[in-house]
């Protein structure tokens, strides 16, 4: 009998599937973190998108009534009945049935009657990056910490990522007289941007890290009614001082903004405080390079 001995094979040390298993491991990361980058830039393309949309329906607007959408409508700068500068542009935006349907300009906002319009959820006020329900409860009766919705839950009210430019002004302090293009009873036709359209901010991003913000308009009984749907720039984009009335969104390092041409452009946080702020005014005849 011959006796055939099989050839040797020699198995993986352990070291050797340590280092397969490392260099999966770091294929893998690297895989999940071009699927995520993959991911983030399409939800920052359909942002952009939504801003555009918004631009289109602002100067369709402006072709009718010969001025932007008031910033709020109300009495007082925290009054009645407090519809923003979203709700007189839904009919540009292809809700004009649901605009003469469920919202009663004549009564507040907060009034019952209102209720199905303070929860109507508008997708296109809505970026894909923030990922907060659609819907969600503003705290009122003060609040101790940061976050704007600490304190005692409101009435439910559907969630907004975009919010108008006030300026560069505090906003409690000159509530009707903000100087960029939207304010309280605010009536700002193009011409009066005088420092260019394309030079001006007229909606930019809200995170909801610090609190929700609507699109319905300025609700009295909540924390911070005016700021819900305007913002200022005494902070820059996502400024690490984190105040809520600034603009802030979960886009890496920037904050995408329309401008008055139509045109969506992304400021980075780092963006120098002077050109920031001359971009939030609409005739403060400052020089304004490229952000």
Known sequence: MTLRFRPHRPAF??????????????LVALLLSAVQAAREAARSSQCKNNLRQIGLALHQYHDVMEMLPHGWVADAPEGAPGWGWVSGMLAFME???AEQSL????????DPANQAARELVLNFMLCPSDGMPKQFQPGSGGFPGDNVDEGTPWSRVARSNYIGNFGSFEIEDVPSAGDGVFFHNSQVP??????????????????SKLGGSVWAGMIPEVNEPMARIVGLVDHG???PHAHYDDFSSHHPTGVLFLLGDGSVRRIDDSVDLTIYRALATRKGNEAVPEP
């Open 190 to 207: 193009l011409a009066d941007v005088t420092d260019g359209l394309s030079n001006t901010l007229f909606v930019g991003e809200r995170s």
């Open 95 to 97: 809700q004009g049935a």
């Open 237 to 239: 984009p996502n400024d």
């Open 13 to 26: 040390t352990l070291v050797e599937l340590l280092v397969v298993i490392a260099i999966i491991g770091i």
């Open 103 to 110: 919202i009663n300009r004549h009564l507040p906002i907060s």
